[in-house]
Nanobody, 127 residues
Framework: QVQVVESGGGLVQAGGSLRLSCTVSGLTFSDYAMGWFRQAPGKEREFVAAISRSGDMTDYADSVKGRFIISRNNAKNTVYLQMNSLKPEDTAVYYC????????????????????WGQGTQVTVSS
């Protein structure tokens, strides 16, 4: 059984930082690219960041570029999202997603490309 579990969400003041973690079990973690998505109430799920299976390539939404950093530790089957300079508009449920691609360098921004999803973790940024 594949399990995808996010952690690290919470309440933080604007300008603060938070680090999300996502641990995956039930598959060979190093064979899969990883992504972070988020969804605010009444809004569509949107892409946040992605990282290739070896960590060689990353991609970010324009709204978080320069503030968020995605990384992974394949020995721990874990992907991270370091969120800095948080804004109230970052408030959302953040989801971790898993995808298989043939290329070790491939990253994708569309949710349809991802095969497994976590249940999400709430991030609330107060003004």
């Amino acid at each position: 059984q594949v399990q995808v579990v996010e952690s690290g969400g919470g309440l933080v003041q604007a300008g603060g930082s938070l680090r999300l973690s996502c641990t995956v079990s039930g598959l060979t973690f190093s064979d899969y690219a990883m992504g972070w998505f988020r969804q605010a109430p009444g809004k569509e799920r949107e892409f946040v960041a992605a990282i290739s299976r070896s960590g060689d390539m990353t991609d970010y939404a324009d709204s978080v570029k320069g503030r968020f950093i995605i990384s992974r530790n394949n020995a721990k089957n874990t992907v991270y999202l370091q969120m800095n300079s948080l804004k109230p508009e970052d408030t959302a449920v953040y989801y971790c997603a898993v995808a298989w691609f043939r290329s070790r360098y491939e990253v994708r921004k569309t949710a349809l490309a991802y095969d497994y999803w976590g249940q999400g973790t709430q991030v609330t940024v107060s003004s």
